[in-house]
């Protein structure tokens, strides 16, 4: 691992890793491999003074699309709310082992557990210095979780949001189905709308769009990726 710089483009952001990625190798449940390197990250990101927020997906556990004809999409969604939950706890201790202070903030009321989302609450403990975890999604099925990182990072005001998938970047079509895909450095919000780009979902890269949320796309794999974004150097692609 080079050296790292201890400089940042952002002052607040809110780091959006996917189900996917939170499985590793093995494509389902949690790597603990993976959880100990994003944990890892998060805490080099404090010490770059940067306060920060994550949104984890539920895919490497429930993906609404896969639950068949039978159960209504509303249902699926919310199991898909419940798995994030599961990540969520699962980061909060891969956080607390580094030693940071954090709290995971649900939109699905479950005190036993997790804390309630609010945004004032929100605010003071980004503001006191602990790492935030915002589960359950935004407490609604038909949403996804790209929209729940875009709304979240507007109600904190993030300066950007840094989104680790596990693709390398954003592409004009799936790489892994069609090799000729192009890559894409640089897009702005309204490419993204209007060419249907896979990285987030329409509402999501509206929120973004209207709030001047600056997005950087980049592969989970690296485990340095999250700095680098961080910092602003070229990997994956930049969405503003």
């Known amino acids: 691992m080079g050296k790292i710089r ?14 996917e990625a939170m499985s590793g190798a093995q494509g389902h449940g949690i790597d603990d491999a993976m959880l100990r390197q994003v944990a890892s990250q998060v805490a080099d990101l404090r010490k ?17 699309r896969s639950a068949g004809s039978l159960m209504e999409r509303s249902n699926a969604d919310y199991i898909g709310m419940l798995a994030t939950c599961m990540n969520g706890l ?29 945004i004032r609450g929100a605010k003071e403990r980004l503001a006191r210095g602990e790492v935030l975890i915002f589960a359950g999604g935004i407490g609604c099925p038909f949403f996804s979780t790209d929209t729940t990182a875009a709304l979240r990072a507007a109600e904190i005001g993030a300066d950007g949001i840094l989104l680790a998938k596990n693709v390398d970047a954003v592409y004009s079509a799936d790489p892994k189905k069609d090799p000729n895909a192009e890559r894409f450095s640089h897009l702005s919000h309204q490419e993204v709308l209007e060419r249907r780009l896979g990285v987030m979902d329409a509402t999501a890269a509206s929120i973004c769009m209207e709030n001047h949320i600056a997005i950087h796309v980049f592969g989970a794999a690296d485990p340095d990726n999250i700095l680098r974004a961080a910092r602003g150097e070229a990997i994956g692609t930049v969405i503003e």
């Open 48 to 64: 770059m003074g940067l306060e920060i927020a994550l949104v984890v997906g539920g895919g490497n556990f429930w993906r609404g």
């Open 6 to 19: 201890m400089d940042s483009k952002y002052k607040r952001v809110l780091l959006k890793v996917s189900g």
């Open 90 to 118: 699962a980061l909060q201790e891969a956080l607390r082992a580094e030693g940071l202070p954090v709290c995971v903030m649900s939109a699905i009321p479950m005190p036993l557990v997790m804390e309630p989302y609010s």
